[in-house]
């Protein structure tokens, strides 16, 4: 159908009203775009994030329209469930439990699409002559990605939320069993686009998709987690975009396949940042064993300083970089980190935080977190733009980041973490490190700049640590 | 293969596209908002859901509706207000200009 066409048989209001639903659905795909577009600035993120809303809320009136709607009571009940849920979790959660919060909105994301394709199949199931070979083939994608998508992001969620343990688990034959769930899964669906008339083979499929989605995820370990979430975000955004194939709808295609496009950019780029190959990512199991190399740890000195050392160090400094990790959240320290660079601030003295691409437990997590307790970000420098000021920087201040400030990464090829891009903090002129103690991190490999002449520990709880140094420099 | 499913394979592989130029330019920075942002975006199956619970069709169909529209629904409202709720906090150093 043309538009052309339609605008002159407007005199029949239905054909009518289809166009401008059809229109409103293009206004709101571009608002999308336009919306993801201004994200690029911090100054433009907020107005571009209303803008998408905005086109939201046309695409959703715009449906409201559609002829074959007649039971809106129903739709009303969804709408209020879903907006006081909504609310509630938007406001409710904390910044430190983002990574859990868009685990499950990408979950429910998923799971929509698969309900949307689940009552399609229904309604072909009732009417043999709306039958479509590319409308069918579309429902039997849209319950497999949409069904992985809600019981992964699910896992993915209790295990961040702790309700289920962290670390990977694994058994035998487990990429064998996945593999095989996968090509029933693919045969089961073949075998609908031939016979749809088989409800029972239907069932399984569906269960075949949420049990999968299980799987794929528990044998994945805590700290791989952002690679998961983003890969679900992708997930999510697809198994729209297949829904949009089932309804013939543009916008649902177009925006899913927005979303499935930006949870892959970000898989990469997370991806990168640990030096590992998604496929090592998703089978490798990486953090299934308990901690390694931690042996050998007391034969090797290290200088030990007190709050008042520190306090010293950063009074004669002309420039301090702090270097921020997800200890730092835990020990709930940003506020203290926060005005400690404000006192040195006043002081005339250079500061710079240095963000690794994995410090948080999603992209970008620590930056909210600085943003939170008030750190302009301008402050906040990527890992490639900061590495070339620790030539630069009188003291480097590690603050609950471990791996990433490994020089062992650059050097020695026997270390697990050979290859992964690190923070150079070791070419710092000083380094602080404030740490509990001298075990190993995550990944569970020692760390050489513990040892390096430069460096100096603080051993105590992150936030005790700098509000005492804090006290020290105030004083002074 | 229907002409119509042509277009929209043509309308798939575009938006793909756009979408990695329009993503590969938004800083680290913005990672998390950005994240929580298109989730709410892709909540945009909230559309398919509407269709489905306003069908006058078996109540099989009604409580699948419901459900759908309610998913669909925190997806929207929670992503679109937890990534304002971020953006807020954003802010660049009082005098300074980047």
């Known amino acids: 159908m043309a538009p052309v066409d339609a605008l002159q048989t407007s005199a029949d209001p239905t054909r009518a009203i289809a166009l401008l639903i059809s229109l409103t659905y293009l206004i709101a795909a571009v608002l999308f775009i336009v919306g993801l577009k201004m994200l690029s600035s911090p100054r433009t993120a907020r107005r571009g994030n209303a803008i998408g809303a905005l086109g939201m ?29 909504g609310v509630w979790l ?16 990408n979950g429910f994301g998923g799971a929509a699409s698969a309900i949307v394709a689940i009552a399609e199949y229904h309604k072909l199931l009732l ?28 896992i993915a969620f209790a295990k961040l939320q702790e309700l289920m343990t962290g670390r990977a688990i694994t058994f035998p034959a487990q990429k064998t069993l996945n593999f095989a769930l996968l090509a029933a899964a693919v045969a089961l669906s073949a075998w609908l686009v031939v016979n749809l008339d088989q409800p029972t ?3 399984v499929l569906t269960i075949i998709s949420l049990v999968l989605g299980v799987l794929l995820v528990i044998p994945i370990g805590g700290a791989d987690m952002p690679v998961v979430i983003s890969l679900l975000n992708s997930y999510s955004g697809m198994a729209g975009a297949a829904a949009g194939f089932v309804l013939h709808n543009n916008v649902l295609i177009i925006s899913g396949a927005l979303v499935g496009a930006s949870g892959i950019i970000l898989t990469q780029i997370m991806c990168r940042a640990m030096n590992r190959s998604l496929t090592n990512v998703l089978f490798g199991a990486f953090g299934a064993t ?18 008042e050392d520190v306090a ?40 710079k935080y240095a963000i690794h691409p994995v410090a948080g437990r999603m992209p970008g997590h620590m930056n909210v977190l600085l943003a939170e307790a008030d750190v302009p970000y301008d402050q ?40 992964m891009p690190i923070l150079n903090v070791d070419h710092a002129k000083s380094i602080v490190v404030i740490k509990r103690s001298m075990n190993p991190g995550f990944a569970g490999i020692e760390n050489e700049l513990y040892y390096n002449e430069k460096t100096a520990m603080l051993f105590g709880d992150a936030k005790k640590m700098l509000v005492a140094v804090v006290g020290e420099i105030s004083r002074a | 293969m229907t002409e119509a499913l042509l277009v929209a394979l043509y309308i798939f592989v575009l938006a793909v596209f756009v979408g990695f130029e329009v993503i590969a330019k938004v800083p680290t920075l913005l990672h998390t908002p950005l994240m929580s942002g298109s989730n709410a975006i892709s909540g945009i199956s909230v559309i398919g859901a509407i269709l489905v619970a306003g069908r006058l069709d078996a109540p099989y169909d009604k409580i699948l509706g419901v ?23 954003f802010r660049r150093s009082p005098g300074r200009r980047d």
């Open chain 1, 90 to 105: 938007a406001l409710a959660v904390k910044m430190t439990a983002m990574p859990q919060m868009v685990a499950l909105l």
């Open chain 1, 290 to 307: 308990s901690t390694v190399g931690a042996a050998g740890a007391a034969d090797r000195p290290v200088r030990t300083v007190r709050p």
């Open chain 1, 312 to 351: 010293v160090m950063l009074g004669y400094a002309q420039s301090v970089v702090f270097v921020p990790g997800y200890g730092l959240a835990v020990a709930q320290a940003q506020h203290s980190v926060k005005e400690l660079a404000s006192l040195l601030e006043k002081r005339g003295i250079d500061v």
């Open chain 2, 67 to 89: 459900a759908a529209v309610a998913m669909a629904t925190i997806n929207v409202v929670g992503g679109f207000l937890v990534t304002d709720r971020m953006l807020r906090m």
């Open chain 1, 127 to 154: 009417a043999p002559d709306l039958r479509a070979t590319d409308v069918v083939i579309s429902i039997m994608a849209t319950v497999l990605i949409g069904g992985v998508t809600f019981t992964g992001s699910m």
């Open chain 1, 380 to 419: 906040l420098y990527e890992m490639d733009d900061i590495n070339r000021e620790f030539d630069r920087t009188d003291v480097a201040l590690v603050i609950g980041a471990n791996d990433v400030t490994n020089p062992a990464a650059r050097t020695d090829k026997t270390s697990p973490l050979y290859g």
């Open chain 1, 201 to 203: 083979i239907f069932v």
């Open chain 1, 57 to 85: 809320l046309l695409a959703i009136s715009a449906t409201l329209l559609d002829q074959e709607i007649i039971a809106f009571r129903w739709i009303l009940l969804g709408f209020v469930i879903g907006t006081a849920a």
